[in-house]
């Protein structure tokens, strides 16, 4: 997704590249939140995700050249960071609160069905998937944080969208 800047937001995007933290975090927050949340499926993990990237990010204290080379950098450390948390887990096995509580019941935008389905397929379609319709990121893009051909992006939607669909059977109409 390419930038295209206001006279206004202009001086707002020279302060982000000049890595102001308010500017930084207000304007890729809701970016890496919804990867953290689509990788984890756990709000929680999602936080502390959202926390450890910005906390590396300001820590490091790169400057970019442009955007897109921090949206990259920071898409990258987000799924870095969730496959952390996932390796994590699997190793050292907790009893999640739910199963503690059965009475707590919480009800977010996160539990409606088709984004349950999309945070439930494999992790290389989910997340090609995440990318190009929540963060509206091109196959190009995708492809280059990925590391990765464009056409194995497209491959990656296209099986996904077909898990999907077969999954949504019933559950939407189609």
Same mark, same amino acid.
Request: neutral net charge.
């Given at each position: 997704?390419?930038?295209?800047?206001?006279?206004? &937001?202009?001086?707002?995007?020279?302060?982000?590249? &000049?890595?102001?933290?308010?500017?930084?975090?207000?304007?890729?927050?809701?970016?890496?939140?919804?990867?953290?949340?689509?990788?984890?499926?756990?709000?929680?993990d999602?936080?502390?995700?959202?926390?450890?990237?910005?906390?590396?990010?300001?820590?490091?204290?790169?400057?970019?050249? &442009?955007?897109?080379?921090?949206k990259?950098?920071?898409?990258?450390?987000?799924?870095?960071?969730c496959?952390?948390?996932?390796?994590?887990?699997?190793?050292?096995?907790?009893?999640?609160?739910? &199963?503690?509580?059965?009475?707590?019941?919480?009800?977010?935008?996160?539990?409606?069905?088709?984004?349950?389905?999309?945070?439930?397929?494999?992790?290389?379609?989910?997340?090609?998937i995440?990318?190009?319709?929540?963060?509206?990121?091109?196959?190009?893009?995708?492809?280059?944080?990925?590391?990765?051909?464009?056409?194995?992006?497209?491959?990656?939607?296209?099986?996904?969208?077909?898990?999907?669909?077969?999954?949504?059977?019933?559950?939407?109409?189609?």
């Amino acid at each position: 997704m390419l930038f295209t800047l206001s006279g206004a &937001d202009n001086k707002r995007a020279d302060r982000v590249l &000049d890595n102001e933290p308010e500017f930084v975090v207000k304007a890729y927050s809701d970016m890496v939140y919804g990867i953290a949340l689509s990788q984890l499926k756990n709000i929680p993990d999602a936080e502390d995700v959202f926390q450890e990237v910005f906390l590396t990010y300001f820590r490091k204290n790169k400057n970019y050249n &442009d955007e897109l080379h921090r949206k990259a950098w920071l898409i990258r450390v987000t799924l870095n960071c969730c496959k952390r948390v996932i390796s994590y887990n699997s190793k050292h096995r907790n009893v999640p609160l739910e &199963d503690c509580c059965l009475s707590c019941q919480f009800e977010t935008p996160e539990e409606n069905p088709i984004y349950n389905r999309v945070t439930s397929l494999p992790e290389k379609y989910k997340t090609a998937i995440y990318l190009y319709y929540f963060e509206e990121l091109s196959a190009k893009e995708i492809a280059a944080i990925l590391k990765t051909s464009e056409a194995n992006i497209f491959m990656r939607l296209s099986r996904g969208r077909a898990i999907l669909k077969e999954q949504l059977k019933g559950v939407i109409e189609l």
